[in-house]
């Protein structure tokens, strides 16, 4: 039954991913209406085009620290659920917008409330799990963001831009009254000294009649570690290895084109030249990449984060090298089901791995002593990279073609491969005690 309430609680507080994906899948079926001036009064040019998709991965890189500081001030609950008014504000301008400098900050806030959920949604949901169960419910942050997407995906290939915002826009309504009456997390209440309270949120996700005693001295001991001075503790060997780690990972997560196809799936599934409806091609990507997630659940405690990640790599290599031999060698609208292929590949090896994982292992990487402000680091530059790549994808692709872009993503995988090949540690199994020693561990 603790299993049950961990799963459930982990779910809800996973649901600000679902709100982040529905912003991130949005721009894929809107973009045909919006540039042919029937979603607004005004149609932005290439250009303008790319800061609609890339403004909301700004305003994630630009939450992830200063919502870092929040959640070890404030806690990590109070935090999240600080995030849903704005959330909201930023879908009501994208609704009303008429002006495109309307539709730019929209996209900013709603990036901004999404992103923030990066750091705080995966430290929350690792915070409340078992040593067990932690691998499991780190996927959760993933799971929850693609099945977002899926939805953006399916309600706009059947509704027009207006009632795909406004479906967006309830969503952070429902996680509101979801969330709020959820448990904060135990580790920070005891970390803040309010023992009692950490006690009566252990019992509601362990049972109350589990014995939680040794949960609460590992998290008082943890809590101690928080007077020493945050500079010392993110100059240590151990944290500057793991920051290292981390950031690689976020880095190759996003460089390897995940966001580029995401966002401009209608145009590539345009360009080619595939039978398939656009918008039904997009519902077709969103579902691999939602079942492929579920499957990295099932797989990352057995096969553990390390092989996941290299079988991730090899697949997104795979794949991006067959698109750049299509759009180079063998456009024809005869074989335009390739680019469909690859692209499936490509959400599949993206999903299992190189998906869930950094997240879960940006929550396995640093003590709780500097936790907060390592990850809200390791989450800006994932979502400064994806800013870049989502922000420079349709400029370059104009400039030098779809076959040079995808050979750059191409070279992105291979160097993944061998970053995780030679330098990712295993954390499958251990406590956070065992990880840290495994990276101060000096090689010989």
């Known amino acids: 039954m603790s299993a049950a309430v961990q799963f459930i609680v982990g779910l809800i507080a996973a649901f600000g991913a679902f709100c982040l994906g529905a912003v991130i899948g949005w721009s894929g079926p809107a973009e045909?209406?919006?540039k042919a001036e029937v979603a607004y009064s005004f149609a932005p040019d290439t250009a303008e085009w790319?800061?609609?998709?890339?403004l909301m991965t700004l305003g994630a890189a630009c939450s992830c620290i200063p919502v870092g500081y929040l959640i070890g001030k404030i806690g990590r609950k109070v935090t999240m659920l600080c995030?849903?008014?704005?959330?909201?504000?930023g879908w009501l301008l994208i609704i009303a917008a008429v002006h495109i400098s309307m539709l730019l900050v929209g996209r900013f806030i709603v990036g901004f409330c999404g992103g923030a959920f990066c750091v705080a949604g995966p430290m929350y949901t690792t915070e409340i799990a078992e040593i067990k169960y932690r691998g499991i419910m780190g996927c959760f942050f993933q799971l929850l963001i693609v099945h977002g997407v899926l939805y953006s995906f399916v309600v706009g290939a059947f509704v027009n831009t207006l009632y795909l915002s406004i479906a967006c826009a309830i969503?952070?309504?429902?996680?509101?009254?979801?969330f709020m009456c959820m448990p904060e997390s135990p580790v920070y209440l005891a970390q803040k000294g309010k023992t009692e309270r950490a006690e009566k949120a252990l019992k509601f996700l362990r049972g109350k009649d589990v014995d939680v005693s040794g949960e609460l001295k590992d998290a008082a001991l943890d809590s101690q570690k928080e007077k020493t001075s945050i500079g010392k503790t993110l100059c240590r060997k151990v944290t500057l290895k793991g920051l290292f780690l981390s950031?690689?990972?976020?880095?190759?997560?996003?460089?390897?084109?995940?966001?580029?196809?995401?966002f401009y799936t209608t145009f590539i599934f345009t360009s080619a030249g595939s039978s398939l409806e656009p918008r039904f091609s997009t519902i077709i990507v969103g579902v691999?990449?939602?079942?492929?997630t579920v499957v990295s659940i099932f797989l990352i405690e057995r096969l553990g984060r390390k092989m996941l990640l290299l079988i991730s790599s090899f697949m997104m290599g795979a794949s991006t090298l067959t698109m750049a031999l299509y759009f180079g060698l063998l456009l024809s609208s005869d074989v335009g089901w390739l680019a469909l292929i690859a692209i499936c590949i490509f959400i599949i090896g993206f999903s299992f791995g190189f998906g869930p994982v950094p997240w879960v292992m940006m929550a396995?990487?640093?003590?709780?002593?500097?936790?907060?402000?390592?990850g809200s680091i390791a989450g800006t530059t994932n979502w400064l990279s994806a800013f870049v790549v989502t922000l420079l994808f349709p400029v370059l692709n104009e400039k030098i073609g779809a076959t040079?872009?995808?050979g750059i993503f191409f070279g992105f995988a291979v160097c993944a491969f061998l970053f995780v090949l030679f330098l990712i540690p295993e954390t499958k199994g251990k406590t956070l005690n065992e990880i840290q020693a495994k990276l101060g561990e000096k090689k010989e």
Do not use: H, R
């Open 32 to 34: 045909e209406e919006i």
């Open 83 to 89: 995030l849903l008014p704005p959330f909201v504000i």
């Open 364 to 374: 396995e990487l640093f003590a709780e002593d500097v936790k907060a402000l390592a």
């Open 247 to 262: 950031i690689g990972l976020m880095i190759f997560q996003q460089f390897t084109g995940i966001n580029a196809i995401i």
């Open 50 to 54: 790319g800061l609609v998709g890339s």
């Open 288 to 292: 691999v990449m939602a079942s492929s």
């Open 171 to 178: 969503l952070p309504v429902i996680y509101f009254l979801m």
């Open 404 to 406: 040079a872009c995808f």
